[in-house]
T-cell receptor, first 117, second 116 residues
Framework: DTGVSQNPRHKITKRGQNVTFRCDPI?????LYWYRQTLGQGPEFLTY????????KSRLLSDRFSAERPKGSFSTLEIQRTEQGDSAMYLC???????????????FGSGTRLTVV | AQTVTQSQPEMSVQEAETVTLSCTYD???????LFWYKQPPSRQMILVIR??????QNATENRFSVNFQKAAKSFSLKISDSQLGDTAMYFC?????????????FGGGTRLMVKP
């Protein structure tokens, strides 16, 4: 297992276009998180999945954003009608959460840097 | 809601010297976890050290140690014998283990430059 993989690494798009990012978590991890990091700031939580179920969404996740995790494996984050304010790095992380409530630490991917021009 | 504040946007240190990065947080919870993450230019967030709030002993990991002051809600990171490879953004983060999602709340980060 090579860790959490995110593709593409960079994406430049014109305002108004749709973009989709992919995250492949560590295979045995049942939780997957998306965070957004703007330049010079710390990451902010967007949404997370427990297996294939999307359990929580931040108010940062507007209607133009949608995330999926089919079959509890990889996840995609789509942004429709992109705006310049969407320019940021989108980080994915995964972790293993057991029924008892204990968990492993987060493993982060290297992120997808989105630039909207 | 929890907040995490890092008051030092940038710091620099000479190679082999010691540097301390500051972090304060605000929470009404009694049990929680605190973390320091390193984000080098490669962008992957790497865990440096973790502290559980119910443990009074400060966590240490080789050259990295923390000063955890629960009453003051302070969680500073000390890097001893700084190395060029320590140059990176450092983020302090908070997590409530009893919350459903165990999300991390990050501070704004401190950019550390280690000079030769």
């Amino acid at each position: 297992d090579t860790g959490v993989s995110q593709n593409p690494r960079h994406k430049i798009t014109k305002r108004g276009q749709n973009v989709t990012f992919r995250c492949d978590p560590i295979s045995e991890h049942n939780r997957l998180y998306w965070y957004r990091q703007t330049l010079g700031q710390g990451p902010e939580f967007l949404t997370y999945f427990q297996n294939e179920a999307q359990l929580e969404k931040s108010r940062l996740l507007s209607d133009r954003f949608s995330a999926e995790r089919p079959k509890g494996s990889f996840s995609t984050l789509e942004i429709q009608r992109t705006e310049q304010g969407d320019s940021a790095m989108y980080l994915c992380a995964s972790t293993l959460r057991s029924i008892s409530g204990t968990g492993s630490g987060y493993t982060f991917g290297s992120g997808t840097r989105l630039t909207v021009v | 809601a929890q907040t995490v504040t890092q008051s030092q946007p940038e710091m620099s240190v000479q190679e082999a010297e010691t540097v301390t990065l500051s972090c304060t947080y605000d929470t009404s919870e009694n049990n929680y976890y605190l973390f320091w993450y390193k984000q080098p230019p490669s962008r992957q967030m790497i865990l440096v050290i973790r502290q559980e709030a119910y443990k009074q002993q400060n966590a240490t990991e080789n050259r990295f140690s923390v000063n955890f002051q629960k009453a003051a809600k302070s969680f500073s990171l000390k890097i001893s014998d700084s190395q060029l490879g320590d140059t990176a953004m450092y983020f302090c983060a908070f997590m409530n283990p009893t919350s459903a999602g165990n999300m991390l709340t990050f501070g704004g980060g401190t950019r550390l430059m280690v000079k030769p």
